[in-house]
């Protein structure tokens, strides 16, 4: 099972909605099915296919597999299996067998969004900007943890709620923020936002778990291999088998209801950032610039950005 990103790299036609299956033999080995999967080995196994997708509509378990995957960090596809009733009742009365909804699997970000509590928050003075106070927020399920920073003091007028609030939604980026590597210009859009809400008076940076616009650190190295290769941001992105973006804005939302805030003034170069935190239900009083100088290593990633994606650089 693939999605239709993968499938369009392999020329695979494209049948069915949201994924694509192609039937294999029963010989099929785990080696022969990474292959199909991962694009990063495409130039260690360029003899595959063609292959024969599937042209009647597909079970929703085969979708919300590949859904599964991505939640997981994995690669977007799957491998699906038909077993008998009998047979899978055994092997999960012994533990061998975990089951879940297709129902569960779907709504799983959107119950994680919405259960988001506040954990804690303590002050944390942040070089440019002293007077800072860090908010940790915890979904229901215990899984991933989002952080907001709040700069200017509790009683700064420019945090006063319900805002506008000078706002800065930025995603996780391990290379940039942490290593600086010169590849992106995330490290750049993080210490810079810093400084300038500082500067402004105050603001909230949320600082949210979305690597690699929502692939993860794995598959964003991934997707670095592909454009070593030649292929720019957004095309390794959907070699992979994923759509160019893929963070969601509600979790944002949220932390800013808990926050208190319903209004703010956006730091974004993106226009699909803010027409979706819009629809997440956050008033956007304005769009605030928020860009950096280029350099030899990023400033093909920048332009295609600013081509490909619309940003306004």
Partial sequence: MLTHARAATLKIPLYTEDAVSVAGPESVTAAELRAIADPASDLDNPLKGPFEAVRQRLPDSGPAAIRLAKLAGLLP????????????????AAGALAQVRVADILSFE????????????????????ED????AFRPANGGQEHYAVLIGGRQSPALMPPGPVLTRLHSECFTGDLLGSLKCDCGDQLRGAVQAIGKAGGGVLLYLAQEGRGIGLMNKLRAYRLQDEGFDTMEANQRLGFAADERIYDIAARMLALLGYS????????PDKVRALGAAGVEIVERVPHSFPDNVHNRDYLKTKAEKGGHLL
Avoid: Y
């Fill in 132 to 135: 800072s106070e860090l908010v």
């Fill in 263 to 270: 209004k703010v003034r956006l730091m974004t170069n993106n």
């Fill in 110 to 129: 959107e119950r994680a969004a919405s259960s988001l509590t506040m954990v804690v928050r303590a002050s944390v003075p942040l070089a440019g900007a």
């Fill in 77 to 92: 596809a799957a491998a699906i299996f038909r077993i008998d009733d009998a047979t899978c009742d055994a092997l999960a």
